[in-house]
């Protein structure tokens, strides 16, 4: 038998749990985490988050998935029309290498009207202008193809500075 994801919705704050519960029991669970800065009236600390809150994504095949609905705190498989909702393995794919995207990085400030070029990703090697920054992270830039403008979100470390 064949392998699928599903989305299991849980109770609210319940996603570590959920998720240390189902690999206890054997079954491939993925929680996808990022890292906040939570700021408190004395202190700032990181913690690591669910990217998705109340939701849990598991590996599974058609028999475990009672199993996986008898565990404390799991309230419903994400479903359409009263069956659970295959996911794409490409999307759970593509969830993991945003996560590894750096969020903070410590590269060479862009600033508006720079070229830059695309150093990784499905665009690469094009070239184009910084236009602005998205966040701390992402930056908007504009490519000049086929005469027509083209804007980019894109994160910032995969972009490098050209000189002109």
Do not use: C
Not at 67 to 91: D, H, M, W, Y
């Amino acid at each position: 038998m064949q392998k699928t994801w599903y989305a299991l919705y849980v109770r609210s704050r319940a996603e570590k749990k959920v998720s240390q519960e189902l690999e206890h029991i054997g079954i491939e669970v993925f929680l996808p985490l990022i890292t906040r800065v939570r700021q408190w009236s004395d202190r700032k600390k990181k913690v690591e988050e669910p990217l998705f809150r109340s939701y849990v994504f598991v590996n599974i095949i058609e028999r475990d998935y009672f199993k996986v609905l008898q565990t404390p705190n799991v309230v419903r498989f994400v479903s359409f029309e009263g069956k659970a909702v295959a996911i794409p393995p490409v999307q759970i794919e593509a969830i993991r290498i945003y996560l590894k995207e750096p969020e903070e990085v410590d590269l060479e400030k862009i600033h508006e009207g720079q070229l830059v070029r695309i150093k990784r990703g499905n665009m690469e090697g094009l070239t184009g202008r910084m236009i602005k920054y998205q966040n701390k992270s992402r930056i908007v830039i504009m490519i000049d193809a086929v005469n027509q403008l083209i804007q980019l979100n894109i994160p910032r470390s995969r972009v490098e500075i050209l000189q002109e």
